[in-house]
């Protein structure tokens, strides 16, 4: 008998997205997945994917819910870690932790050492709501089963092997690396790739620092700038509110009127500012280079299809994982851009990293190999996490259980 699998995402597109792709993984593998929603949704493009989800998978089944605890009916939980297994190691310890900005690194037992300075500014307060949450949910791993993550075993061995090994300090549910997430099927063609196809292969950089943070408009124009410098053809996805809310900003009035004349003019790039399937750009071939946040969604995206990264983190877990992705060799990390809105980063600076994303021989022979250890993971016959997958369901099979966000 198969197992009924409840699914239960956090708000926001880039918790939503891992459990799509999670929940269509585990359906095509004959599982009975029913995924909970919660309404209102946080945004138009949230409610837009679950609806176009739900058209293309209709045996997943969708429930509305009012969440309660019902201990009765002794359901084991599994978690969904949407991070990487980096920051998931120091989330499970913050409530034994006394952390100090003063220091400069952090050693937890039995794991890699990390540098103070990526740790997101809010958890140095113990009273910030985001720490706060994130303690309170450190304390409730304890009562999960295991916890499953969008990771590979390869690009997270040194985390991931002591996790799973007892030598940390702190007792841990086993951990289950089973990414990256293939992309689940979702009709309809990006209007973006219409031009993609007009490109040469590997000659564009494509833009993007997620779906949660806008940027000043000062640091807009120095992106522009930097970009039309580097002479390298783009495609910049722009974001002017925070948080997944509606775009209401014109193009010209967000990007500067002269500066988008000056993009339009050279037919260098475009820019959009409308929701895009990262998915499909990422494998389109006219791609060479990825210029990101480093949100750990996009880091598992580029790393599965072979993109070079250039990460500039902006807040979150994001500078654990720009760690990773220049410690595996998928790309370069500016650390002295800092967090966003630290400082102003010039155009010269972004067109001398952009430059050397598309042209570093060492960097660009090294990120296939990246690709390959992931599409390697995902293989069929023998592949790492498609075994985890399958030891996964077998646990599923002896116990009903739910699945939800840990952050």
Excluded at 72 to 94: E, G, P, V
Aim: hydrophobic share 40%; charged share 20%; aromatic share 8%.
């Amino acid at each position: 008998m198969e197992p009924h699998i409840a699914l239960l995402p956090s708000a926001g597109m880039g918790h939503l997205m891992p459990f799509l792709r999670l929940a269509a993984m585990l359906a095509s593998r004959n599982c009975k997945v029913t995924l909970l929603t919660a309404q209102p949704t946080v945004s138009a493009a949230e409610s837009k994917h679950l609806n176009s989800f739900f058209s293309a998978h209709p045996h997943i089944q969708r429930l509305d819910f009012q969440l309660a605890d019902h201990p009765s009916l002794s359901i084991s939980y599994y978690i969904l870690s949407t991070t990487s297994a980096r920051f998931f190691s120091l989330i499970t310890h913050l409530p034994h932790l006394t952390l100090e900005s003063s220091c400069v690194n952090l050693k937890l037992h039995g794991l890699p050492s990390f540098s103070i300075s990526n740790i997101p500014p809010p958890i140095f307060n113990p009273q910030n709501l985001f720490t706060t949450q994130m303690i309170s949910n450190a304390r409730a791993i304890s009562r999960v089963k295991g916890v499953v993550s969008n990771t590979f075993h390869w690009f997270e061995a040194e985390t991931i092997e002591p996790l799973n090994s007892g030598k940390t300090s702190i007792t841990l549910p086993q951990f289950l690396p089973i990414g990256p997430f293939k992309h689940y099927e979702d009709p309809g063609k990006c209007s973006s790739l219409s031009w993609l196809d007009e490109q040469p292969a590997k000659s564009v950089v494509y833009v993007s620092f997620g779906s949660r943070t806008a940027m000043s408009k000062d640091q807009i124009k120095e992106i522009g700038e930097g970009l039309l410098k580097s002479k390298q053809k783009f495609l910049w996805v722009l974001k002017s509110v925070k948080v997944d809310k509606a775009e209401e900003t014109e193009l010209k009035e967000l990007v500067g009127h002269s500066l988008l004349e000056k993009i339009e003019e050279k037919k260098q790039g475009i820019v959009v500012k409308e929701w895009v399937k990262q998915e499909e750009i990422l494998t389109h071939h006219a791609i060479g280079g990825f210029f990101s946040h480093c949100g750990w969604n996009s880091t598992m995206e580029a790393a599965q299809r072979g993109v070079p990264m250039l990460a500039w983190t902006l807040n979150g877990d994001q500078r654990f994982n720009a760690e990773v992705v220049e410690k595996a060799g998928l790309g370069l990390w500016p650390k002295h851009w800092g967090w966003l809105g630290e400082r102003l980063v010039k155009s010269e600076e972004i067109e001398e990293k952009i430059e050397e994303l598309m042209q570093d021989h060492k960097l660009r022979s090294m990120v296939p190999k990246v690709g390959g250890r992931g599409q390697n993971g995902l293989g069929k016959f023998g592949g790492t996490s498609e075994k985890v997958v399958g030891q996964l369901i077998e646990m599923l099979k002896l116990k009903s259980f739910g699945m939800f966000n840990l952050t």
